[in-house]
């Protein structure tokens, strides 16, 4: 079983900028591909941000990209989500998710990840 947690979110005025960590409890992160996604009220869960176990294949939504970037240190067992130019219609809750696939395979499918985190809130608002 891997449990993972965010941490970084907040409240954040237009066009700040945010970064979000995701790191496995008491062990290290699943060699696999990791991805971010979000869920705002009243809307379904969306993919936002992936990448490979290097790091070397990433993938984001056409919403985030060019604002949002997506990175990892498996040396420190940590994801990250850096986010600029943060909008409002960016407000959700951010989860990060191991992926179940292959570790180069980046999936936009919540259904490919078998691990999520809590989730943690992000609101962009002034």
């Known amino acids: 079983q891997v449990q993972l947690v965010e941490s970084g979110g907040g409240l954040v005025q237009p066009g700040g900028s945010l970064r979000l960590s995701c790191a496995a409890e008491g062990r290290t992160l699943p060699e696999q591909a990791m991805g971010w996604f979000r869920q705002a009220p009243g809307k379904d869960r969306e993919f936002v941000a992936g990448l490979s176990w290097s790091g070397a294949i990433t993938d984001y939504a056409a919403s985030v990209t060019g604002r949002f970037t997506v990175s990892r240190e498996n040396a420190k067992n940590v994801v990250y989500l850096s986010m600029h130019e943060l909008k409002p219609e960016d407000t959700a809750v951010y989860s990060c998710?191991?992926?179940?696939?292959?570790?180069?395979?980046?999936?936009?499918?919540?259904?490919?990840?078998?691990?999520w985190g809590q989730g943690a809130q992000v609101t962009v608002s002034s």
């Open positions: 998710a191991a992926s179940s696939r292959h570790r180069n395979y980046v999936s936009r499918v919540p259904q490919d990840y078998a691990y």
